[in-house]
């Protein structure tokens, strides 16, 4: 009912970019609120960056002015992006979109979940 796809992660230079993407197929009329986490070997998930469906944003504090999430919202698909500049080693992780649908007009069966894609891998290396 609701599929999350990410894609665009890699293998990159200290202080290079990356633009990761998160396509999700869902229920028409839910509004979907969107983040990203990543999980390091031997670490927990832990937030990116998130976007509500009217488009405020939110970092995490070990990634703000280097990310920025942005999404575009078509009529059968939301995109979800997150655009990685001047990458540190220890950002290396796989990252995650996770959404978690709401509104009004939401079906129960799928607004009670949370939702998560399969992972991106993004590796910096020093």
Do not use: H
């Not at 200290?14 to 229920?27: E, F, I, N, P, W």
């Not at 990685?84 to 939401?106: F, H, I, Q, V």
């Amino acid at each position: 009912q609701v599929q999350l796809v990410e894609s665009g992660g890699g293998s990159v230079q200290a202080g290079g970019s990356l633009r990761l993407s998160c396509v999700l197929s869902g229920y028409a009329l839910c509004n979907y609120d969107m983040t990203w986490y990543r999980q390091a070997p031997g670490k927990d998930r832990e937030f990116v960056s998130g976007i509500n469906a009217d488009g405020s944003t939110e970092y995490a504090d070990s990634v703000k002015g280097r990310f920025t999430i942005s999404r575009d919202n078509g009529k059968a698909t939301n995109t979800l992006y997150l655009q990685m500049n001047s990458l540190k080693p220890e950002d290396t992780a796989m990252y995650y979109c996770k959404t978690k649908p709401t509104g009004a007009r939401c079906p129960s069966s799928i607004a009670q979940w949370t939702y998560w894609g399969q992972g991106t891998q993004v590796t910096v290396s020093s």
